[in-house]
């Protein structure tokens, strides 16, 4: 059974710093997806990782994909109070289905 | 292109009332999906359409839930009679799922918020 876990569940940041939030799953799989979620909105797409070492970027956001280690970390740059959000990673099984980690609530504070 | 619709936004209800919610995919996705998803936590699949068939129900608490696709396109979920649990946010999504593409991304709606008292 395909398991997906994320860390932090909960962070709190100042503007400015940079940090990072891991996704590890459980079994082989060649996609990953990154969604961002506002309070009280639904999911946004940020990212679609497919393939070993990719890495994509978008503004102050970098993700990337280590399918060796079944590892995806979203790293967050010199964090601004807009990206304030709970983050999701999910992974693609054979279904077509995600399954979702629990989320990150990320808190950027001025 | 359009995004993916769904109706009502809000809908308050007292326990043992009946639902439907609606949702109508992206233009052309065949794959539909309807998630509940309860405050503080991740979407919770409960049932997946291609085109107007079921993929897979097994999350789907069929006593109370059901869902239909009829003719492919649109879908509507119904709860009968709800829960004080059944309180959270139904997210429809769509899905190209095409074999060319291999992303399978899913785009969501914006959901309806479920108030059951």
């Known amino acids: 059974e395909l398991k997906v876990e994320q860390n932090p569940l909960f962070l709190s940041m100042q503007e400015g710093k940079n940090y990072t939030i891991y996704c590890n799953y459980s079994?082989?799989?060649?996609?990953l997806y990154w969604y961002r979620q506002d309070p009280g909105k639904s999911l946004e797409s940020l990212f679609v990782l497919l393939s070993n070492g990719a890495v994509k970027q978008e503004g102050r956001l970098m993700a990337s994909l280590d399918t060796k280690a079944r590892l995806s970390t979203l790293h967050i740059t010199a964090a601004v109070h807009d990206l304030s959000a709970t983050y999701f990673c999910?992974?693609?099984?054979?279904?077509?289905?995600?399954?979702w980690g629990a989320g990150t609530k990320l808190i950027i504070k001025p | 292109e359009a995004g993916v619709a769904q109706s009502p936004r809000y809908k308050i209800i007292e326990k043992r009332q009946s639902v439907a919610f609606w949702c109508n995919p992206i233009s052309g996705h065949a794959t539909l999906y309807w998630y509940q998803q309860i405050l503080g936590q991740g979407p919770k699949l409960l049932i997946q359409f291609q085109n107007n068939g079921v993929v897979d129900d097994s999350q789907l608490p069929k006593d109370r839930f059901s869902a239909e696709r009829l003719k492919g396109v649109d879908s509507t979920l119904k709860i009968q009679p709800a829960k004080l649990e059944d309180s959270a946010v139904y997210l429809c999504a769509s899905s190209l799922n095409s074999f060319a593409s291999a992303i399978y991304e899913q785009y969501f709606g914006p959901g309806t918020r479920l108030t059951v008292t």
């Open positions: 079994t082989t799989s060649d996609r």
């Open positions: 999910a992974v693609g099984d054979s279904n077509y289905q995600l399954i």
